[in-house]
């Protein structure tokens, strides 16, 4: 069974930072793309970052240049720094199995999220 655990949310100032992680069991984290994944109430999830796996990296026109994903596969961790971050509407992120075209097939392969909130 895919399991995917997100902690490291939470609120901060505008222009801060946090750090995501994201802990996978239950399969062959190495050999999987992953995404981390976005979603504001009311709204559609929204792709925000993918790591192959041998760590070739992918953002989202949003995201470029603020936040780094990244992967340990020793540990079966996925991480996601993130910069500078701007004032909006609340989102759950979450770490998903696939890339930028395939995490929506399966929502199982989604961990719960974290919530995070950018707010003065």
């Known amino acids: 069974e895919v399991q995917l655990v997100e902690s490291g949310g939470g609120t901060v100032k505008p222009g801060g930072s946090l750090r995501l992680s994201c802990a996978a069991d239950?399969?062959?984290?190495?050999?999987?793309?992953m995404s981390w994944v976005r979603q504001a109430p009311g709204k559609g999830p929204e792709w925000v970052s993918s790591i192959s796996s041998r760590s070739i990296t992918y953002y989202s026109d949003s995201v470029e240049d603020r936040f780094t994903i990244s992967r340990d596969n020793a540990e079966n961790r996925l991480y996601l720094q993130m910069n500078n971050l701007p004032p909006e509407d609340p989102a759950l992120y979450y770490c998903?199995?696939?890339?930028?075209?395939?995490?929506?097939?399966?929502?199982?392969?989604w961990g719960q999220g974290t919530q995070v909130t950018v707010s003065v």
């Open positions: 239950g399969f062959a984290f190495s050999i999987y793309e």
């Open positions: 998903a199995v696939g890339g930028r075209t395939t995490y929506a097939l399966r929502r199982d392969y």
